[in-house]
């Protein structure tokens, strides 16, 4: 199991111990946290932010076509000079395209979800690609381990998009002590005290999405940045659960409209098509309606929009000044 920074921070500032931290020494970055590869969100831009801040920001394959996905590498290199992800939705028609992109501008840093990522660890990793795949479950984090896998995320059933089953209190300590290889906490954390809850639970790093939707570098419509913004705790749904594929998102008419086929037992096939060009609409059109808004728990804690660079550092002195509250009240 890797080593918590929880005992380190109650004696060392917080820029001494993430020196050591393993996540920021694998990939030559200064604050152990990645950004969600949430699709149409997760942009150059951003991910390009989130690396100049300090983190690992990771460009969202998706769907995304070929020579649209290799324009956005591209301009990632061109925005920053650090290391940058690629996150690789592996159930996707065009993964192996994104694989293949990967491989041709030897992204340093690979994140792949919703599949056996053994492919992708098998083309890339001679390369020199970091390869991080997203797991919900002990049981995959021990084979993704077995496969070559470099770290895992593991990410609770908080977190936007598309979820798995356990919270991610009760995920990341099981799959800390179950893996060697490092393990990034995501789902539900969105400010520094997640930051350090997630690093006693055993974490090397983290991972945040929903907080990186309500950043400037980000270009997700301003419609969708306010309704996080004044989005409460309750304010989530998951849906699909009967497809086999249950997505979180804000509350709104679209996820009603789920709702309801779902409990008139609609065939999979309706309810899947209902969903089908909801993100682009609700992401970059700003249909707060109609549109599918995925977003996390965290929702309820995001309260402003600020520059990428500006999160993290904060996220971090938080998480400093609480580690050292929780010291102080112990002595």
Request: net charge negative; charged share 20%; proline share 4%.
């Amino acid at each position: 199991m890797g080593q918590s920074l929880t005992a380190l921070f109650f004696v060392k500032q917080v820029s001494e111990v993430l020196k050591n931290n393993r996540i920021c020494k694998m990939l030559g970055i200064e604050y152990p946290l990645f950004q969600g590869g949430m699709a149409w969100a997760a942009t150059a831009e951003l991910a390009a932010a989130v690396s100049n801040g300090g983190g690992l920001g990771i460009i969202a394959a998706a769907t995304t076509p070929p020579d649209i996905l290799e324009q956005e590498i591209l301009k990632a290199r061109a925005l920053t000079d650090r290391p940058f992800g690629l996150n690789i939705m592996l159930l996707s028609p065009t993964s192996a395209d994104a694989t293949e992109l990967a491989a041709k501008h030897r992204v340093p840093v690979v994140t792949t979800g919703a599949g056996v990522p053994g492919r992708v660890i098998n083309r890339l990793k001679p390369l020199g690609t970091i390869v991080i795949p997203v797991v919900a479950s002990v049981a995959h984090a021990k084979r993704v381990e077995k496969q070559g896998a470099d770290a895992v995320v593991a990410e609770g059933m908080e977190a936007g998009g598309h979820i798995g089953e356990l919270t991610t209190m009760a995920l990341v300590p099981q799959i800390a002590s179950a893996v060697g290889i490092p393990v990034i906490a995501a789902g539900g954390i969105a400010d520094g005290r997640g930051v350090a809850a997630a690093f006693a639970l055993g974490a090397n790093g983290v991972q945040l999405g929903t907080r990186f939707i309500c950043c400037m570098e980000c270009i997700a419509h301003d419609n969708f940045k306010q309704a996080l913004v004044e989005a409460r705790d309750r304010d989530t749904a998951v849906t699909g659960r009967s497809t086999g594929h249950p997505v979180r998102c804000l509350r709104n008419k679209l996820t009603a409209e789920f709702e309801r086929l779902e409990y008139e037992h609609a065939p999979v096939e309706e309810i899947e098509r209902l969903g089908v060009g909801k993100m682009r609409s609700g992401i970059i059109e700003g249909d707060l309606e109609w549109g599918s808004l995925m977003a996390g728990q965290s929702s309820g804690m995001v309260n402003d929009v600020r520059p990428a660079a500006e999160i993290i550092r904060d996220v971090f002195d938080e998480a400093g000044a609480v580690l050292r509250n929780i010291s102080a009240h112990g002595e």
